[in-house]
């Protein structure tokens, strides 16, 4: 088959192949939308998931300082340094020329229970897994160590000894932002929490599961946008999609089956 080809002075030339992969690209592009990766994993080099047989479930825990939202029309967040690390939404880093009105609004607790439940069942359905869940963990904590107040790491050797279990589960939720409007036009929800997988031994982090996502609308998401019916969403059902998506990659309990370890990669203690 001949390359296509483009006329000059009278004259056909064929197009270069470099220029046509551009072309393509740049189509892809535009018709299911360049958007960021809404899940980051993160393993340390000492993980192994066929080692660890029985969890706990920690409840997760909310993000305090309260965020930071514009009330402009393109309906973005901003969240401040020390929160947002490595999920940032286009454009957030850019002045847009104009004085919008800043809100501010609190990650309410009923997110970080809707997560740490929907976790938990998640985990639950691993017939390899022994898991405890979030009450007999908590129940399990000294009044001495309140929930809230101790680290994630001391929370998870304390749980995880006392409950003899090879790993804790806990998670943190970022961002819990309500959609605005309805199903058909609507200022999107937004939704960021990470799950940690720790070491009850010491309290080392072993893997890492991050999501955010703020919803885009069909021309800069299609893929995305019809993956949740063709419309906006709440807040609670982009959660529920978040963590589905987390946890298929988490691959304790899966056996052979489960999905392959990223690149080791180190991460602080949370």
């Known amino acids: 088959m001949r390359g296509m080809c483009f006329a000059i002075k009278g004259r056909s030339r064929p197009l270069p192949s470099r220029f046509l992969v551009m072309i393509l690209i740049g189509w892809w592009c535009l018709g299911i939308g360049c958007v960021p990766p809404k899940v980051q994993i993160q393993a340390a080099p000492q993980f192994d998931p066929s080692r660890i047989s029985s969890l706990a479930i920690l409840p997760f825990q909310t993000i305090k300082t309260p965020q930071l939202a514009s009330s402009s029309t393109r309906g973005g967040i901003r969240d401040?340094?020390?929160?947002?690390?490595?999920?940032?939404?286009?454009?957030t880093d850019q002045a847009d020329g104009t004085e919008s009105r800043?809100?501010?609004?609190?990650?309410?607790?009923?997110?970080?229970h809707r997560i740490t439940t929907q976790v938990a069942s998640v985990l639950a359905g691993r017939p390899s897994?022994?898991?405890?869940?979030?009450?007999?963990?908590?129940?399990?904590?000294?009044?001495?160590?309140?929930?809230?107040?101790?680290?994630?790491?001391?929370?998870?050797?304390?749980v995880g000894t006392r409950l003899k279990v090879d790993g804790?589960?806990?998670?943190?939720?970022?961002?819990?932002?309500?959609?605005?409007?309805?199903?058909?036009?609507?200022?999107?929800?937004a939704v960021g929490f990470e799950v940690y997988l720790l070491?009850?031994?010491?309290?080392?982090?072993?893997?890492?599961?991050?999501?955010?996502?703020?919803?885009?609308?069909?021309?800069?998401?299609?893929?995305?946008?019809?993956?949740?019916?063709?419309?906006?969403?709440?807040?609670?059902?982009?959660?529920?999609?978040?963590?589905?998506?987390?946890?298929?990659?988490?691959?304790?309990?899966?056996?052979?089956?489960?999905?392959?370890?990223?690149?080791?990669?180190?991460?602080?203690?949370?």
């Open 80 to 91: 401040p340094e020390e929160i947002r690390t490595q999920f940032r939404l286009p454009g």
């Open 102 to 112: 800043k809100v501010r609004y609190v990650v309410p607790e009923t997110a970080a």
């Open 129 to 158: 897994l022994r898991v405890i869940g979030p009450e007999e963990s908590s129940a399990v904590m000294g009044k001495e160590s309140p929930e809230g107040e101790s680290s994630l790491p001391v929370m998870a050797q304390e």
């Open 168 to 189: 804790v589960v806990g998670g943190l939720v970022r961002t819990y932002r309500e959609r605005e409007g309805s199903k058909l036009g609507a200022k999107p929800a």
């Open 199 to 270: 070491r009850p031994s010491d309290g080392m982090v072993l893997w890492t599961g991050e999501f955010f996502e703020e919803q885009k609308p069909l021309n800069q998401d299609v893929v995305g946008f019809f993956e949740k019916g063709g419309g906006f969403v709440t807040a609670d059902k982009l959660a529920e999609l978040g963590v589905n998506k987390v946890m298929k990659a988490f691959p304790v309990g899966l056996g052979e089956q489960g999905p392959p370890l990223p690149a080791p990669s180190l991460k602080e203690n949370p």
